[in-house]
């Protein structure tokens, strides 16, 4: 089983990247956190191939770091949540893992469907299946979003919807509103921001 490769970026795009070693060209599906730091040139990326039952292909997923890895293992831990599946969250939740850590840990699947978009089905299973695993992992950074503003978050993606915005994109450009706003966040500020992503 391959541990890492170490190649020359040939090509990238959000989920996946293709990295030239000693004249071979490797394609390795990625999170959104491991795309936002890929640099031109060489670079080293921790890997977890996956092949199909019944002869299938060989698909190969990379990380930066070994705390990605070990997130994505961890995810592929809870019960029919596949590699795709574990790689879709772990693109969601990378915006802030103790924030998602503390969601597990509180049981509180709002954060997990309003802050990351995880669908409530996903989030209940995650909640069930990471509660006593996660506590051994630990995040670096200070949580980003502040729980009691969750009200006004699921607002401004109401609001978003009742302009005609469909739910995904509303939570989506909210999400990104969060991101670049500080202070205390109001529904109003929130929605003016999120326009602006749409």
């Known amino acids: 089983m391959i541990s890492f490769i170490r190649g020359i970026v040939e090509d990238k795009g959000i989920g996946s990247v293709t990295v ?3 004249g071979i060209g490797y394609h390795v599906l990625i999170p959104l956190s491991t795309y936002e730091k890929l640099s031109e040139g060489e670079i080293k990326l921790y890997v977890w191939e996956s092949t199909g039952m019944y002869g299938g292909t060989t698909v190969l997923y990379g990380f930066l770091t070994h705390q990605e890895k070990e997130i994505f293992h961890l995810l592929r831990s809870v019960s029919k949540i ?4 574990a790689l879709e969250i772990l693109s969601k939740i990378s915006k802030s893992l103790p924030d998602f850590k503390k969601a597990v840990l509180e049981k509180d ?3 997990l469907t309003n802050i990351f978009g995880i669908t409530k089905k996903t989030a209940e299973k995650l909640v069930v299946g990471l509660k006593d695993k996660i506590k051994e992992i630990s995040f670096e950074g200070e949580q980003k979003f502040r729980v ?6 699921t607002d401004a993606v109401s609001g978003l919807v009742s302009l005609g915005y469909k739910k995904s994109q509303a939570k989506e450009a909210v999400n990104s509103a969060c991101e670049t706003l500080e202070g ?3 529904t109003e500020t ?3 921001q999120a326009l602006r992503y749409l």
């Not at 596949?82 to 599946?85: Q, R, T």
């Open 190 to 192: 929130l929605i003016k």
């Open 82 to 85: 596949g590699a795709k599946g």
């Open 109 to 111: 699947t709002k954060i």
């Open 148 to 153: 009691k503003e969750i009200q006004e978050i």
């Open 20 to 22: 030239e070693v000693n």
């Open 184 to 186: 205390k966040l109001s």
